[in-house]
């Protein structure tokens, strides 16, 4: 029976902390980091050798993931990439597991589905990015058949794919936050999913989701931003923030509620706008299936990670805004990334791709 929720956060919040550096409990789990790494490597070797082989989908794939667990910025990269590759002509579509949904099957992601079914990452990537979506735990049969179900698209963006080492990639992107190489132990003595590379190699770019590089590796910093609140009922039929929406929140007690993995960095970000907020962080991918919020709140902020779990429908006792992440890496990625990439396939006024 697997623990509670209030159980494997306190357990999370735990890990977190021993993480930031090499202590008692850190220290006492370097055995089994031990035979995670060995696993890995283990892992890793099968491919190198050639004793499977990969995947490659028909199309250039762009991986997107992170070295380290837990909310390094993954989610706004994917979004961003997506973006650059739209504004440069190409038609891309994005693939995922899908975590914390039911199921490992091949699915594709509706824009009104439900995140328990697809998962709540990928229903906003699908929100957010209008592009095609699908999860399956196979990265792979995934791509293949976001490809026969739309044959128009010409790139691929594996969303935390960085360890699926089945799917060939053309690029692989690497997004590290604050946090750097956190004490530089593989999990579950660190929060290292694979060592930090001593150098990067030719179609590997990082991301630093911080105000400064956090790793020797040479990279790009993104610029981030609270572009503002929408209602939650707005939110859903697509409307961005006003100008000025966060200020009018300026002098209310405000619930900003996060169910994400980093969720200070959420509440950094509204103090930073000058508002009064009581925080209420929940555990990374947490369903809602339950209000969170006391009955008398006023004013809610979630995320938009969040708001997926919180149909326009539903019942809420408060007034619900839904806070929307402006995350830019900048020209110079854009440029770095394209200069990884063939062109865009051209199509004629038909639809069709020339043969």
Known sequence: MPA????????????????????????????????????????GAVYERGWRERGKLSVPVVVVGNVLVGGAGKTPTVLAIVATLRRNGYRPGIISRGYG?????????????????????????????????????????????????????DAIVSDDGLQHLALERDVEVLVFDERGGANGRLLPAGP??????A????????????????????????RRALAGVVPLGAWWTGAAPEAGSLEALRGRKVVAVAG?????????????????????PLGDHADFSALPW??????????????????????????????????VPGAAF??????????????DAHGNTPP
Request: hydrophobic letters at 50%.
């Open 101 to 153: 949904r039911a199921g490992d099957e091949v699915a594709l992601v509706d824009a009104d589905a439900g995140a328990e079914r697809v998962g709540d990452e990928p229903l906003l990537l699908r929100r957010r990015a209008g592009v095609p979506v699908a999860v399956g735990a196979d990265r792979v049969a995934v791509g293949q058949a976001l490809l026969r179900m739309h044959p128009e698209l």
């Open 4 to 43: 509670p929720a209030n159980l494997r956060e306190r357990i999370a919040a735990t890990l977190q902390r021993a993480w930031q550096r090499r202590g008692p409990l850190s220290t006492m789990l370097v055995p089994a980091a031990w035979a995670f790494g060995a696993a890995a490597r283990a892992r």
């Open 334 to 347: 854009d440029a770095a990334l394209l200069a990884l990439l063939p062109p865009p396939t051209s199509i």
């Open 294 to 327: 006391p009955t008398d709140a006023g004013d809610v902020v979630v995320t938009e990670k969040d708001a997926v779990k919180l149909p326009p429908s539903r019942p809420l006792s408060a007034r619900v805004w839904v806070a929307r992440l402006d995350f």
């Open 199 to 222: 150098a990067l190699g030719a179609a590997q770019l990082v991301v630093y989701n911080a105000d400064a590089p956090t790793t020797a590796l040479p990279g790009y910093c993104a």
């Open 192 to 197: 290292l999913r694979e060592r930090v590379p």
């Open 260 to 280: 994400i993995a980093r969720p200070q960095r959420f509440f950094a970000m509204l103090r930073a706008h000058a508002l009064d907020i009581v925080e209420l």
